[in-house]
């Protein structure tokens, strides 16, 4: 009786254990939770919505989805173009000041080297220098250090003109006048000689006063033919006043006035014009605008007839045509 009890109570507890084992198993794995595979971390965790993707940018279109397009052939190579040839070196010129390469052309001038001058003289010019060009010009039409060019002497005075230079404003006026290097052109002659002459160029005014007594280009007219010679007489110029005294002595767009006409002689003749010197001697012999003096007179004359003065000759043949008869044939 009491073994039975025993076994049936032995039975009754492990049929309790393995009941309680195997609840407490089940409970173990339904706590347990396995881990997420790749790609669903989170998938669950939260029940919000995902995130809208964020908006375009302003001014930005959506990228439409093209096909792509066949790829076009491509092109042939062009042909490599043959390589220039190098430019040949230039010798370069002096850094020197235009003022200066004048200084040296001046220099080289006085001592007689006419190729170095030009040289400097033309690296003058060519810089814009005026005095520069004009010498050049000068070298170019008295052929000194090259052969003589007159078209480059007048292009030469014609850029120192241009800057302003009276002298060779007067060059050019000269060359408009004869014809020497450009066409012979007498009204720009005296626009040239104008100019010169706006700057108390002695030698331009005296030009005015013979194309207005010429008619050279203009009427001939005495007024304004006296007007240039005499500004040019008192600027100096001794053929100027030569023709001052002639215009007093005869007249000539002037008032008649043999003392005035004696007065400019005098000058003209102390500033060595063999013909005033002869005009003078007239004058003493014939008491025009002076006391009367024939041995001053004659001696006057004699003085311009060996300075070659064909009036002197004239006059001294009609005072003593048997002392002077070898001047018979300026007489004729």
């Not at 066949?70 to 220039?84: L, W």
């Amino acid at each position: 009786m009491d073994y039975r009890k025993r076994s049936s109570l032995v039975v009754f507890i492990l049929v309790l254990l393995v009941a309680c084992f195997t609840f407490a198993a089940a409970e173990e794995l339904r706590a347990f939770t396995p881990p997420p595979l790749p790609g669903e971390e989170g998938a669950g965790d939260s029940e919000e919505a995902p995130a809208p993707p964020p908006p375009p940018k302003m001014d930005e279109e959506p990228e439409e989805v093209k096909p792509e397009p066949a790829p076009e052939p491509e092109p042939k190579p062009a042909p490599k173009p043959k390589p220039k040839p190098a430019p040949k070196p230039q010798p370069k010129k002096p850094k020197i000041s235009a003022e200066d390469a004048f200084k040296k052309g001046v220099a080289d001038y006085q001592a007689g080297n006419y190729p170095e001058a030009l040289k400097w003289f033309t690296l003058s010019a060519e810089q814009g220098y005026m005095h520069g060009a004009y010498n050049l010009g000068v070298m170019y039409e008295r052929g000194e250090g090259t052969e003589a060019n007159p078209e480059k002497a007048f292009e030469w005075y014609s850029r120192a003109a241009q800057a302003g230079y009276a002298k060779a404003q007067a060059e050019v006026g000269y060359a408009y006048l004869t014809g020497a290097g450009t066409e012979q052109n007498y009204v720009q002659a005296r626009f040239w000689f104008q100019r010169a002459a706006d700057q108390d160029h002695a030698t331009s005014e005296y030009n005015l006063g013979t194309m207005y007594r010429k008619g050279l280009g203009v009427e001939v007219d005495p007024l304004k033919s006296f007007y240039w010679f005499e500004r040019a007489a008192r600027h100096g110029h001794v053929e100027s006043m030569l023709n001052v005294g002639v215009f007093y002595e005869r007249a000539w767009g002037t008032v008649y006035s043999p003392r005035k006409a004696v007065q400019w002689y005098e000058k003209a003749a102390k500033n060595g014009v063999a013909r005033a010197v002869a005009y003078l001697g007239e004058c003493y012999v014939t008491g025009k605008g002076v006391d009367k003096d024939m041995k001053k007179g004659i001696s006057l004359l004699e003085q311009a007839a060996k300075k070659d003065v064909d009036y002197a000759k004239k006059v001294l043949y009609e005072i003593d045509s048997h002392k002077y008869y070898k001047y018979k044939k300026y007489a004729q």
